[in-house]
């Protein structure tokens, strides 16, 4: 079965700099359509309209962190493949993201250039 392409990305992220930057490099170098929520739950409440192809959370947010956003997903039986954004990145805590479900881990600070390339091959490893 053909896999689905990858076009839309919902993206909960709190800091303002880091949205902007991340959806420049997502719609004008990736060419993607890209929802910013500012925390899980703003999320949680968007998923449904805008149906995404990836979500992508940040680990570390204010209220609803990027781990509990994935476990209310997975309660709601969304399906969604889910990268953590973070600068996290110790082999442990990555196995530990990975472990909660998320199909991988992208390092925060990204390379804008390199981001919708590395969003791209993460879809691409999919199973």
Known sequence: M?????????????????????????????????????????????????APDLIMLDVMMPGLDGPATLAALRE??????????????????IEAFKAMGALDVIAKPFDPMQLAQQVRDIWDRQE
């Open 76 to 93: 709601q039986n969304v399906d969604v493949p889910v990268v953590f954004m973070t600068a996290k990145v110790q082999p442990q805590e």
């Open 2 to 50: 053909a896999r689905k392409q990858l076009t839309r990305i919902l993206y909960a992220e709190d800091e303002p700099d880091i949205q902007t930057v991340a959806r420049l490099a997502l719609e004008m170098v990736g060419g993607f359509t890209v929802k910013m929520c500012d925390n899980g739950q703003i999320l949680l409440q968007n998923y449904a309209d805008f």
